[in-house]
């Protein structure tokens, strides 16, 4: 028995373990409630959306100053949005131990991330970054190159982060290096495919893009996104015209989500994620698309967002508003005039493009915000980052962003944007297609044009 005993005590033991969990992981005995208990019996409810409230009046600031300084900076401002999304989702299937052994394997990450940049903002801005240095013949020529072969510039940066990746591989790596691999370019698919349509959606006017970034200004009206659209507790996380309007939609769509959850939420509105109700999702529904309405009208009669920026300037816009934004008068009904002083309403039509818009936050927007709750449920994390204080990371703000900027962008230009030729969008074209001689040419034929015309004119 004593020998046993000296066995036992002399054996060697295995070291135990100790995993050091991440701020955004989810509490193991959080993970057994699995989302039971609503907002509305959250005994810390209070100090979580005094939190939340804090940081968004910060965030207020910073969205109604970039909104202030105009497009480009509206631009910059998605950027660097874009490059905390990348960031944190980079982090998530990251392996410190493996990385290790890979010098210089983030670094390719970012290649690729800087490459998908050029290429998409490269497409978007090189007409109005042609038109901004017109007056400057050296430039002209110079950003005109660019432009021209800016498609194979992007095409052999990506070849050499192919190379890269394939001269890197280590042996008993591959496997998590493929992974990365995958997994980088699924985070460059998600964030430049919302990214692109919203800055395409900034420069068509702010007033688009404010529809839009709603998603982007939760935090307008100061609190949670997820918690205003679901009324639940955040277990986890789910931009200024034809930007400023989408944008503000799902902002006030998120934040009376919050508030009918937060006083009135009982009933579970979908398994993956429990705690939204039925009452916040109702109560938004019906907020927004009354929102949208008058939103709508008020952001219409301000040119700064209604007209769209041609360059990459950052002086004052002037424009004809078009018809979209010139009221229109309907006569009340007569019982209506017998108790209000009003015999007619002023409606821009625009503001029925703003109604469909709201429906469209409203009810099918939110599923972006269910898929990255189903996302992180499957990591087994409460949010994508810490970025935000209360409010977990940027990602987690932009969950059902990816959704409405490409709504917002096929909108526009299905519905709003008028598909004929002007005489503007043909003058863009001729300034970014020809250099300095063949437009010589073309003015000296269209003078011989006219004149023929003319002649033919006397003749007759």
């Known amino acids: 028995m004593h020998k046993d005993h000296n066995n036992s005590s002399s054996a060697p033991t295995t070291p135990r ?3 050091r969990r991440r701020s ?5 005995e959080l993970t057994k409630l699995n989302g039971t208990h609503l907002l509305i019996n959250d005994q810390d409810k209070y100090k979580s959306m005094w939190i939340r409230a804090h940081s968004s009046l910060w965030m207020l600031g910073g969205f109604l100053f970039m909104l202030y300084l105009g497009h480009l900076y509206i631009w910059a401002a998605v950027v660097v949005i874009q490059i905390f999304m990348t960031r944190e989702l980079f982090n998530l299937l990251r392996r410190a131990h493996e990385d290790r052994r890979l010098p210089g394997f983030r670094l390719l990450n970012w290649h690729f991330f ?3 940049m050029l290429f998409v903002y490269g497409r978007i801005i090189s007409q109005r970054l042609v038109n901004t240095v017109t007056s400057d013949k050296f430039f002209y020529r110079l950003v005109g190159g660019i432009v021209k072969y800016q498609m194979v510039i992007c095409y052999f940066l990506y070849i050499a982060g192919f190379m890269w990746f394939i001269l890197t591989l280590k042996k008993k790596m591959y496997k998590y290096q493929f992974g990365q691999y995958a997994w980088t370019h699924m985070i460059l698919i998600i964030v430049f495919t919302q990214s692109a349509f919203t800055v395409a959606n900034i420069f068509e006017g702010i007033f688009w893009l404010f529809l839009l970034f709603n998603y982007y200004s939760y935090c307008i009206l100061l609190l949670h996104p997820q918690i205003l659209l679901c009324g639940k507790i955040p277990e986890k996380s789910g931009y200024t015209c034809k930007f400023l309007l989408p944008a503000s939609l799902i902002a006030i769509n998120d934040v009376a989500a919050y508030f009918f959850g937060f006083f009135f939420g009982k009933t579970p509105l979908i398994k993956l994620s429990p705690k939204k109700t039925w009452e916040g999702f109702i109560g938004a529904s019906v ?5 949208a309405f008058v939103l709508a009208n008020i952001f219409g009669h301000f040119q700064w967002l209604t007209c769209p920026r ?15 934004f010139k009221p229109e008068y309907h006569s009340l009904p007569g019982w209506i005039s017998y108790w209000f002083p009003w015999k007619e309403i ?4 625009v503001q029925w493009h703003a109604l469909c818009l709201g429906l469209f936050a409203s009810v099918i927007a939110p599923f972006g915000g269910f898929f990255a709750s ?3 449920r499957a990591f087994k994390i409460k949010d994508f980052g810490d970025s935000i204080p209360g409010h977990g990371g940027f990602t987690d703000r932009m969950d059902c962003q990816m959704i409405m900027a490409v709504f917002a ?3 526009h230009q299905s519905f709003v944007s008028t598909q004929d030729y002007t005489v503007e969008m043909v003058l863009d074209q001729i300034l970014g297609s020809l250099t300095l001689e063949e437009q010589k040419v073309l003015y000296n034929k269209l003078g011989q044009i006219f004149q023929e015309r003319q002649l033919h004119k006397r003749d007759n």
Not at 287 to 291: C, D, G, K, M, R
Not at 318 to 323: E, N, R, T
Not at 346 to 349: F, I, R, Y
């Open 310 to 324: 041609k360059d990459l300037s950052t002086g004052w816009l002037q424009c004809d508003p078009g018809p979209l």
């Open 346 to 349: 002023s409606v821009l039509p």
């Open 287 to 291: 907020a927004t698309l009354i929102s």
């Open 17 to 19: 373990i100790r995993h």
């Open 24 to 28: 955004n992981e989810i509490p193991h």
């Open 409 to 411: 962008y096929i909108y």
């Open 374 to 376: 189903g996302f992180k």
């Open 114 to 116: 800087f490459t998908a």
